[in-house]
T-cell receptor, first 115, second 114 residues
Protein backbone atom coordinates (compact mmCIF):
# COMPACT_ATOMS: atom_id res chain seq x y z
CA UNK A 1 0.00 0.00 0.00
CA UNK A 2 0.97 3.63 -0.19
CA UNK A 3 2.99 4.99 2.67
CA UNK A 4 4.58 8.11 4.07
CA UNK A 5 8.35 8.46 3.74
CA UNK A 6 11.13 10.87 4.67
CA UNK A 7 13.94 12.31 2.54
CA UNK A 8 16.58 12.52 5.28
CA UNK A 9 17.04 10.02 8.10
CA UNK A 10 19.40 12.27 10.12
CA UNK A 11 19.90 16.00 10.39
CA UNK A 12 22.50 17.92 12.39
CA UNK A 13 21.91 21.62 12.98
CA UNK A 14 23.83 24.31 14.84
CA UNK A 15 22.01 25.77 17.80
CA UNK A 16 20.22 28.95 16.75
CA UNK A 17 19.93 27.97 13.11
CA UNK A 18 16.69 27.01 11.43
CA UNK A 19 15.90 23.34 10.79
CA UNK A 20 13.93 21.91 7.91
CA UNK A 21 12.69 18.34 8.03
CA UNK A 22 11.12 16.93 4.89
CA UNK A 23 8.56 14.26 4.19
CA UNK A 24 7.13 12.79 1.00
CA UNK A 25 3.73 11.19 0.93
CA UNK A 26 2.24 9.11 -1.84
CA UNK A 27 -1.49 8.98 -1.14
CA UNK A 28 -3.20 11.97 -2.74
CA UNK A 29 -6.43 11.10 -0.89
CA UNK A 30 -4.91 11.84 2.54
CA UNK A 31 -6.77 14.73 4.08
CA UNK A 32 -4.77 15.59 7.16
CA UNK A 33 -1.10 15.63 8.06
CA UNK A 34 0.61 15.74 11.41
CA UNK A 35 4.12 16.17 12.73
CA UNK A 36 5.15 14.36 15.88
CA UNK A 37 8.24 14.74 18.04
CA UNK A 38 9.64 11.77 19.90
CA UNK A 39 12.29 12.29 22.54
CA UNK A 40 14.44 9.44 23.71
CA UNK A 41 12.50 7.06 25.95
CA UNK A 42 9.16 8.76 25.41
CA UNK A 43 6.11 8.39 23.25
CA UNK A 44 5.45 10.62 20.22
CA UNK A 45 4.16 14.07 21.01
CA UNK A 46 1.97 16.16 18.72
CA UNK A 47 3.68 19.27 17.33
CA UNK A 48 1.53 20.71 14.58
CA UNK A 49 -0.98 19.61 11.98
CA UNK A 50 -2.32 20.81 8.65
CA UNK A 51 -5.38 20.02 6.59
CA UNK A 52 -5.06 19.13 2.94
CA UNK A 53 -6.89 22.32 1.93
CA UNK A 54 -4.12 24.47 3.42
CA UNK A 55 -0.55 25.02 2.28
CA UNK A 56 0.96 26.59 5.38
CA UNK A 57 0.35 26.64 9.10
CA UNK A 58 2.40 28.29 11.82
CA UNK A 59 2.82 27.49 15.46
CA UNK A 60 5.24 28.59 18.09
CA UNK A 61 8.66 28.43 16.37
CA UNK A 62 7.35 25.78 13.97
CA UNK A 63 5.83 26.03 10.52
CA UNK A 64 4.43 23.23 8.42
CA UNK A 65 4.30 23.57 4.65
CA UNK A 66 2.24 21.36 2.40
CA UNK A 67 2.82 21.10 -1.33
CA UNK A 68 0.12 18.88 -2.77
CA UNK A 69 1.44 19.22 -6.30
CA UNK A 70 4.57 17.26 -5.46
CA UNK A 71 3.11 15.52 -2.38
CA UNK A 72 5.63 17.04 -0.03
CA UNK A 73 5.40 18.07 3.58
CA UNK A 74 8.00 19.94 5.58
CA UNK A 75 8.51 21.04 9.16
CA UNK A 76 10.51 24.18 9.81
CA UNK A 77 11.84 24.88 13.27
CA UNK A 78 13.07 28.41 13.87
CA UNK A 79 16.07 29.12 16.10
CA UNK A 80 16.67 25.47 16.87
CA UNK A 81 17.44 24.73 20.51
CA UNK A 82 19.09 21.74 22.21
CA UNK A 83 15.65 20.71 23.49
CA UNK A 84 14.57 20.22 19.89
CA UNK A 85 16.87 17.21 19.56
CA UNK A 86 14.56 14.27 18.91
CA UNK A 87 13.16 12.05 16.19
CA UNK A 88 10.47 13.73 14.12
CA UNK A 89 7.74 11.80 12.36
CA UNK A 90 5.30 12.95 9.77
CA UNK A 91 2.00 11.14 9.54
CA UNK A 92 -0.92 11.19 7.17
CA UNK A 93 -4.49 10.27 7.89
CA UNK A 94 -6.77 8.57 5.47
CA UNK A 95 -10.45 7.78 5.88
CA UNK A 96 -10.74 4.02 6.45
CA UNK A 97 -14.51 3.72 6.56
CA UNK A 98 -17.16 3.52 9.31
CA UNK A 99 -16.27 7.01 10.50
CA UNK A 100 -12.67 6.20 11.35
CA UNK A 101 -9.34 7.38 10.04
CA UNK A 102 -6.10 5.43 9.73
CA UNK A 103 -2.92 7.14 10.81
CA UNK A 104 0.19 6.14 8.81
CA UNK A 105 3.59 7.25 10.06
CA UNK A 106 6.79 7.91 8.22
CA UNK A 107 10.00 6.25 9.40
CA UNK A 108 11.34 9.31 11.21
CA UNK A 109 14.18 11.82 10.99
CA UNK A 110 16.61 12.26 13.83
CA UNK A 111 17.42 15.90 14.56
CA UNK A 112 20.64 16.57 16.47
CA UNK A 113 21.31 20.10 17.68
CA UNK A 114 24.97 21.05 18.02
CA UNK A 115 25.55 23.47 20.94
CA UNK B 1 -2.89 15.01 35.10
CA UNK B 2 -4.30 13.97 31.73
CA UNK B 3 -2.32 11.02 30.51
CA UNK B 4 -2.10 7.62 28.90
CA UNK B 5 -0.44 4.99 31.06
CA UNK B 6 0.98 1.64 30.07
CA UNK B 7 2.13 -1.30 32.16
CA UNK B 8 4.59 -2.82 32.29
CA UNK B 9 7.15 -0.41 30.86
CA UNK B 10 9.66 -3.19 30.29
CA UNK B 11 9.04 -6.90 29.88
CA UNK B 12 11.23 -9.85 28.99
CA UNK B 13 9.41 -13.10 28.37
CA UNK B 14 9.79 -16.43 26.59
CA UNK B 15 8.16 -17.74 23.45
CA UNK B 16 4.63 -18.98 23.97
CA UNK B 17 3.98 -17.49 27.39
CA UNK B 18 0.79 -15.42 27.23
CA UNK B 19 1.10 -11.81 28.27
CA UNK B 20 -1.02 -8.69 28.53
CA UNK B 21 0.10 -5.09 28.26
CA UNK B 22 -2.37 -2.74 29.87
CA UNK B 23 -3.28 0.72 28.63
CA UNK B 24 -5.41 3.24 30.46
CA UNK B 25 -6.40 6.85 29.73
CA UNK B 26 -8.07 9.33 32.06
CA UNK B 27 -9.29 11.80 29.41
CA UNK B 28 -12.63 10.11 28.60
CA UNK B 29 -11.39 9.53 25.05
CA UNK B 30 -13.48 7.38 22.74
CA UNK B 31 -10.69 6.33 20.39
CA UNK B 32 -7.76 4.16 21.46
CA UNK B 33 -5.06 2.48 19.46
CA UNK B 34 -1.97 0.28 19.72
CA UNK B 35 1.21 0.74 17.69
CA UNK B 36 4.50 -1.04 17.50
CA UNK B 37 7.71 0.76 16.67
CA UNK B 38 10.62 -1.00 15.02
CA UNK B 39 13.91 0.41 13.67
CA UNK B 40 13.61 1.26 10.01
CA UNK B 41 9.87 0.61 9.99
CA UNK B 42 8.55 3.44 12.09
CA UNK B 43 5.23 3.23 13.92
CA UNK B 44 2.72 0.71 12.65
CA UNK B 45 -0.83 0.38 13.89
CA UNK B 46 -1.81 -2.98 15.39
CA UNK B 47 -5.42 -2.51 16.47
CA UNK B 48 -7.70 0.38 17.20
CA UNK B 49 -11.01 0.94 18.95
CA UNK B 50 -13.57 3.58 18.04
CA UNK B 51 -15.47 3.09 21.30
CA UNK B 52 -16.42 0.53 23.93
CA UNK B 53 -16.92 -2.94 22.42
CA UNK B 54 -15.79 -1.70 18.99
CA UNK B 55 -12.37 -2.83 17.80
CA UNK B 56 -10.76 -3.19 14.40
CA UNK B 57 -7.54 -4.36 12.82
CA UNK B 58 -4.76 -1.99 11.91
CA UNK B 59 -1.83 -2.68 9.61
CA UNK B 60 -0.16 -5.48 11.59
CA UNK B 61 -2.77 -7.32 13.73
CA UNK B 62 -1.41 -10.87 13.38
CA UNK B 63 -0.47 -12.42 16.73
CA UNK B 64 -2.31 -9.82 18.79
CA UNK B 65 -5.70 -9.46 20.44
CA UNK B 66 -7.37 -6.52 22.09
CA UNK B 67 -10.51 -5.85 24.08
CA UNK B 68 -12.41 -2.70 24.98
CA UNK B 69 -14.81 -3.53 27.79
CA UNK B 70 -14.42 -0.14 29.43
CA UNK B 71 -13.87 3.25 27.88
CA UNK B 72 -10.66 3.97 29.75
CA UNK B 73 -8.87 0.63 29.21
CA UNK B 74 -7.54 -1.02 26.07
CA UNK B 75 -5.30 -4.01 26.86
CA UNK B 76 -3.08 -5.63 24.26
CA UNK B 77 -2.91 -9.42 24.51
CA UNK B 78 -0.26 -11.69 23.05
CA UNK B 79 -1.63 -15.22 23.37
CA UNK B 80 1.57 -16.93 22.23
CA UNK B 81 4.39 -14.41 21.87
CA UNK B 82 7.14 -15.04 19.35
CA UNK B 83 10.56 -13.39 18.96
CA UNK B 84 9.34 -11.32 15.99
CA UNK B 85 7.04 -9.52 18.41
CA UNK B 86 10.03 -8.07 20.21
CA UNK B 87 9.39 -4.38 19.81
CA UNK B 88 8.49 -1.07 21.44
CA UNK B 89 4.74 -0.74 21.89
CA UNK B 90 2.75 2.45 22.23
CA UNK B 91 -0.84 2.96 23.23
CA UNK B 92 -2.58 6.15 22.12
CA UNK B 93 -5.96 7.79 22.60
CA UNK B 94 -7.97 10.67 21.17
CA UNK B 95 -11.44 12.18 21.53
CA UNK B 96 -12.66 10.31 18.50
CA UNK B 97 -11.38 8.52 15.43
CA UNK B 98 -11.73 11.62 13.29
CA UNK B 99 -8.57 12.73 11.54
CA UNK B 100 -8.30 16.10 13.22
CA UNK B 101 -8.33 14.78 16.77
CA UNK B 102 -4.91 14.82 18.35
CA UNK B 103 -3.65 11.45 19.53
CA UNK B 104 -1.99 11.30 22.94
CA UNK B 105 0.64 8.61 23.31
CA UNK B 106 1.65 6.60 26.34
CA UNK B 107 5.29 6.25 27.43
CA UNK B 108 5.82 2.93 25.65
CA UNK B 109 6.40 -0.70 26.64
CA UNK B 110 9.65 -2.35 25.65
CA UNK B 111 8.94 -6.06 25.05
CA UNK B 112 11.59 -8.69 24.47
CA UNK B 113 10.52 -12.23 23.54
CA UNK B 114 13.28 -14.81 23.89
Amino acid sequence: GESVGLHLPTLSVQEGDNSIINCAYSNSASDYFIWYKQESGKGPQFIIDIRSNMDKRQGQRVTVLLNKTVKHLSLQIAATQPGDSAVYFCAETLYSGAGSYQLTFGKGTKLSVIP
Amino acid sequence: EAQVTQNPRYLITVTGKKLTVTCSQNMNHEYMSWYRQDPGLGLRQIYYSMNVEVTDKGDVPEGYKVSRKEKRNFPLILESPSPNQTSLYFCASSWSGKSYNEQFFGPGTRLTVL
